[in-house]
């Protein structure tokens, strides 16, 4: 009778392979010494063969975890298909999964007949090493002693097999986690916009050092599409489809399309990036910061940088100490209160949303008059 070591390339067999990792043992280590008559020549040779696993199998982890920092925080990698399906993702541990097959088919009984056991006429000649190795017996009688009254080379063996089943079981873990992860950004079309959007921003503001690059021709097939399907839809149906490269086509052609625009719509079209028209008023708006609410002092004050900054927003990609800087930037007729002053004027004032929603009624007017005006 043969044993076979298949796993199914599907999220269940997946599933299945993590829980037999799971079931390793000292007991069922212990267990596993006696369905084999090893000499201790053996078992050093099973020392060196287990070593030379474990040092592939935990390179491949590392790889995998340093990959996954960033897989799921990109809308397009390098390596899209790294965690994109269960098929994939077992080829690419397939060090980690041949060592362990080892491990389970050398723990398995030796049979020299047809068991009558199984559901099925093929699992009765080919029963899984998962299911009929010591190792995931998980119910195996505790031995005495322990592993502490055997030589030292089979502490040492029963140490570096510990050592590769908890580093297969932490990629086979990894792998499941990135694999959910990306399900769920997939099934939110507004985190995939996020994404686009921010992996093109990325790439924009990298472009000024590459102006170089800008004089070759591009070839932006991601507008395409946008323009066919809409940006939700594509943004939703394309994350991890398309290639860094191809992002950053596109973000060049943005970056051209913005070529004619003043150095302020540059950067304000980066930072609001989902608000266009509120890059145009932060530019009347500190174009004429003076005339709104003049103050008789050589410094504008930290309150009235304060209202502006929480009138511009706050978010992860565009905090409030980036508008200051844009104000500190683009205005430059008085000098600024510094923003450690701005922050403590913060936790000064009382009713600080209710004077909040009365500056953004004032900026309104004062908008209205001043595009009245043009």
């Known amino acids: 009778m043969t044993y076979s070591d298949s ?17 390793f043992t000292e007991d069922g280590f212990i267990a596993s010494l006696y369905v084999r008559h090893y000499s201790e020549v053996d078992i050093l040779l099973k020392i ?49 999964l041949a060592s362990i097959k080892r491990s389970y088919r050398e723990t398995c009984p030796i049979v020299r007949k047809q068991q009558p056991t199984g559901e099925t006429f093929k699992e009765r000649l080919n029963p899984s090493v998962f299911e009929r190795s010591v190792l995931t017996y998980g119910g195996c009688a505790r031995d005495l002693f322990g592993i502490t009254s055997y030589s030292d080379n089979i502490q040492t063996l029963y140490v ?22 990306e399900k769920t950004t997939k099934a939110d079309p507004d985190k995939c916009v996020e994404l686009l959007e921010k992996q093109c921003r990325d790439i924009m503001k990298d472009l000024d050092d590459t102006i170089d690059l800008m004089q070759c021709p591009v070839n932006d097939e991601i507008q395409q599409f946008i323009d066919q399907m809409g940006l939700r839809n ?3 149906q394309g ?3 398309f290639s860094v ?18 150095n302020f719509a540059k950067v304000a079209s980066l930072t609001w990036i989902k608000n266009p028209d509120k890059a145009k008023d932060a530019e009347i708006l500190i174009e004429h910061f003076d005339e709104f609410r003049p103050e008789n002092r050589k410094k504008v004050s930290a309150e009235k940088i304060l209202f502006f900054v929480n009138w ?40 600080l949303k209710e004077e909040q929603e009365k500056f953004n009624k004032e900026v309104d007017a004062f908008l209205k008059r001043m595009k009245e005006a043009a």
């Open 160 to 181: 570096e097999q510990r050592a590769l089943f908890a580093n297969v079981l932490a990629s086979l873990m990894l792998c499941y986690k990135e694999l959910e992860k």
């Open 245 to 262: 490269k191809t992002v950053r086509e596109h973000a060049i052609s943005l970056y051209k399309l913005q070529g004619t625009k003043s």
């Open 48 to 96: 060196a063969d287990v070593r030379e696993c474990l040092s592939i199998v935990h390179r491949e982890f590392l790889s995998l975890s340093k990959f996954s920092l960033t897989f799921n925080t990109r809308w397009a990698t390098e390596d899209n298909n790294r965690f994109s399906s269960t098929q994939l993702m077992l080829n690419r541990l397939r060090s980690s």
């Open 312 to 351: 511009c927003g706050d978010t992860i990609e565009a905090p409030q100490q980036q508008f200051y800087k844009i104000l500190k930037t683009y205005y430059r007729k008085k000098e600024l209160s510094d923003w450690h002053a701005v922050t403590v004027r913060k936790g000064k004032i009382g009713n």
């Open 239 to 241: 994350y991890h489809q």
């Open 234 to 236: 594509f943004a939703q």
């Open 7 to 23: 796993i199914q390339v599907t999220e269940h067999g997946l599933l299945y392979v993590i829980h037999k990792v799971e079931l």
